[in-house]
């Protein structure tokens, strides 16, 4: 289960998987690759957006939860950090 400033995120097992790799390495930038081997446990595939898709996912709960804050960047070219901007 997650929280989000006390409201109560509904995730999936991949999106808390996702959240929890975020949170680990809050206010650095995390590449996708990075992000896939520790979420999918898997070797990273370029072709593959399951880390894109699953951040819209995640971002959209977040904003759902907590409309007035932004947490998750997108890095473009690189990967994605988690960083609380009101």
């Known amino acids: 289960m997650a929280e989000a400033q006390g409201s109560r ?5 991949r999106e808390l998987s996702l959240l929890t790799a975020l949170v680990e390495r809050q206010g650095r930038i995390v590449s996708r690759e990075e992000l896939y081997r520790v979420v999918w446990d898997e070797p990273f ?35 994605y950090r988690l960083e609380r901007e009101d």
């Open 9 to 13: 995120l509904a995730l999936t097992v």
């Open 45 to 79: 595939r370029k072709s593959d957006r399951s880390v894109d898709v699953y951040v819209a996912k995640l971002r959209h709960k977040l904003a759902e939860a907590v409309p007035e804050l932004t947490l998750i960047h997108t890095h473009f070219g690189f990967g």
